[in-house]
């Protein structure tokens, strides 16, 4: 999906992982809508496995997922330039594959945590809520730890944990069981990631 003209500025934004994708998409193309209208254009791929992938998520390793990634950046790049990227959640676990001029991460977490909120996850005996990945995926998942690449804002919210260089103001829609938006959280995002990619771009 992509919001805002190709030749524009380009933000690449990589999705949390598994069910935490689902409960945030919106909030992500309410975000990338913003940014359109302040004149950039954001890009939001299907992971394998995942949205319109015809790829089962069970014949995936987890360096397709970065190769994933890295496709992305390189697709960006050539309608436009070397983008910005925007990584949430599980997503910051491989956004350092792209090809970027700078990174911005909201409320990155380790794979073990995503391990054991997935395994917390099932639903009527449903082992991961549903979800299939083989085993060397789930081996690799949590074992990941976001890597630093540079430039790199690691924003956190409010309400939320962790060491951040900014701190914005909106619910963990990640946490919730239903997928939601919030209007206040994607400004929020939007404000601070185009400031950033400002800070980027003059390097």
């Known amino acids: 999906m992509r919001i805002g003209a190709a030749e524009a500025p380009p933000i690449l934004f990589v999705p949390p992982l598994f069910e935490e994708m689902n ?8 975000a990338m809508r913003r940014l359109a209208a302040r004149g950039f254009a954001g890009w939001l791929p299907d992971l394998g496995g995942t949205g319109e992938s015809a790829t089962a998520l069970g014949d995936l390793s987890w360096d397709d997922w970065r190769h994933d990634v890295s496709a992305a950046s390189g697709l960006v790049a050539e309608h436009s330039a070397a983008p910005l990227v ?3 959640r599980g997503g910051c676990l491989i956004d350092d594959a792209a090809s970027a ?8 977490v380790e794979g073990a945590s995503l391990t054991r909120d997935m395994a917390r996850a099932g639903l009527a005996g449903v082992e991961w809520a549903g979800y299939a990945p083989s085993a060397a995926l789930r081996e690799r998942l949590a074992e990941a730890r976001p890597a630093p690449p540079a430039p790199l804002r690691t924003v956190q919210l409010a309400s939320g944990a962790g060491t951040a260089d900014a701190r914005i103001t909106g619910p963990a829609l990640w946490r919730r069981s239903e997928p939601g938006n919030s209007q206040e959280l994607a400004e929020g995002m939007a404000a601070d990631i185009a400031a950033w990619y400002a800070t980027c771009a003059a390097r």
């Open 23 to 30: 409960r945030t998409r919106a909030l992500i193309a309410s």
């Open 86 to 88: 925007v990584a949430l």
């Open 101 to 108: 001029i700078g990174w911005w991460r909201l409320a990155p």
